[in-house]
């Protein structure tokens, strides 16, 4: 079954959607840690480890490849939960973390991810999840919805152990092509999360029953004793 991350540092926001039973894990990166304002950085990862048991994924913020790979250790060094998300850069350099990371037994977030190669070379150089930026990659000019196909469906024939995490979801409706298109994983923002359970015909036939509940309820107090 799909697992669903949660796209936010925000405490009170991992609490409402923890409380809904629907939260596998969380991924937070550079700018959602900014819309937290000054918070202090590991205690905010600690906490959010302390209100999800699962994969909760922190994004290194070094240049070089052993500043990088020190920064990975030391978060994977906080608690055992934390998925060390690497970017994919141009020139490799975020590869070779992942698979310095990977041989160091920490699991790993390969991200910034736009193209079908770029998944490809994150899964064989050891990244535990995978994750395509499924709106910024349509910007891009690729066709995320294809890339997710064929990534899920290569997992399958060659056992790639990576899973594809789709992020950069925008609305309810890329929610649900992704995942229909074989998304390991969605991670989805708060503000569309919370547009999930809505639908407007849901929201009239609730009405409609409770209406008919009302009239059954007064028909019975009417009839005769
Ligand atoms: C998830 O891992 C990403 O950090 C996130 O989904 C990026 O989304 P954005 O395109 O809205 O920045």
Not at 65 to 83: C, D, F, R
Not at 172 to 201: C, N, W, Y
Request: some cysteine; proline content about 4%; glycine content about 8%.
């Amino acid at each position: 079954m799909v697992q669903i991350f949660l796209d936010t540092a925000s405490l009170a926001e991992i609490e409402e959607f923890a409380r809904w039973g629907i939260a596998d894990g969380v991924t937070t990166n550079q700018k959602i840690f900014l819309s937290e304002g000054g918070v202090d950085f590991k205690q905010r990862v600690l906490d959010i480890c302390g209100l999800v048991n699962g994969p909760i994924s922190v994004e290194t913020t070094r240049t070089t490849v052993p500043e990088l790979i020190a920064e990975g250790k030391e978060y994977a060094s906080w608690h055992g939960n934390i998925v060390v998300k690497v970017a994919m850069y141009g020139d490799g350099r975020g590869l070779q973390v992942v698979n310095q990371l990977a041989k160091a037994g920490i699991k790993t977030n390969m991200t910034v991810m736009m193209t079908y190669n770029q998944l490809m070379l994150a899964a064989k150089a050891g990244a535990t999840y995978v994750s395509l930026f499924y709106n910024r990659s349509k910007e891009a000019g690729q066709d995320p919805v294809q890339i997710i196909r064929d990534y899920a469906a290569a997992s399958k024939e060659q056992n790639i152990p990576a899973r594809i995490i789709v992020g950069s979801i925008r609305t309810p409706e890329d929610v649900a092509t992704a995942m229909a298109a074989g998304a390991h994983v969605m991670t989805i923002p708060s503000k569309v999360l919370r547009q999930m359970p809505f639908s407007k015909r849901s929201e009239e036939t609730i009405a409609e029953f409770d209406k008919a509940w009302q009239e059954f309820l007064a028909a019975q107090k009417s009839k005769p004793v």
